[in-house]
């Protein structure tokens, strides 16, 4: 079975900063792109920043400059630390990890997410 745990949500002033943390854990073979989206109330879910294997890294228009995407490899984990925070990035965070799994007779692939964490940023 696979977990994905995130931490670091939490209630910060505009301006603030705030880490996010992902570990994926269970019988996994190999973590391939992971990344985080966002979902504010009655908006769909939105791609906010990702990360290939490799440690190519895109992100969304709005949070170019303010966020980094990154993640340790050993640990099957990926960070994102958000500064100069704004009210609008307000939202509930989910990690994403494209995962490939080992059954023990072959390997599968599939999309996983985490149970998402809260941001919220006062103005």
């Known amino acids: 079975q696979v977990q994905l745990v995130e931490s670091g949500g939490g209630l910060v002033q505009a301006g603030g900063s705030l880490r996010l943390s992902c570990a994926a854990s269970?019988?996994?073979?190999?973590?391939?792109?992971m990344g985080w989206y966002r979902q504010a109330p009655g908006k769909q879910r939105d791609l906010v920043a990702i990360i290939t294997s490799g440690g190519s890294t895109d992100y969304a228009d709005s949070v170019k400059g303010r966020f980094t995407i990154s993640r340790d490899n050993a640990e099957n984990t990926v960070y994102l630390q958000m500064n100069s925070l704004k009210p609008e990035d307000t939202a509930v965070y989910y990690c994403?990890?494209?995962?490939?799994?080992?059954?023990?007779?072959?390997?599968?692939?599939?999309?996983?997410w985490g149970q998402g964490t809260q941001v919220t940023v006062s103005s």
């Open positions: 994403n990890a494209d995962l490939s799994l080992w059954t023990g007779i072959r390997t599968t692939r599939d999309d996983y």
């Open positions: 269970g019988s996994i073979f190999r973590v391939n792109a």
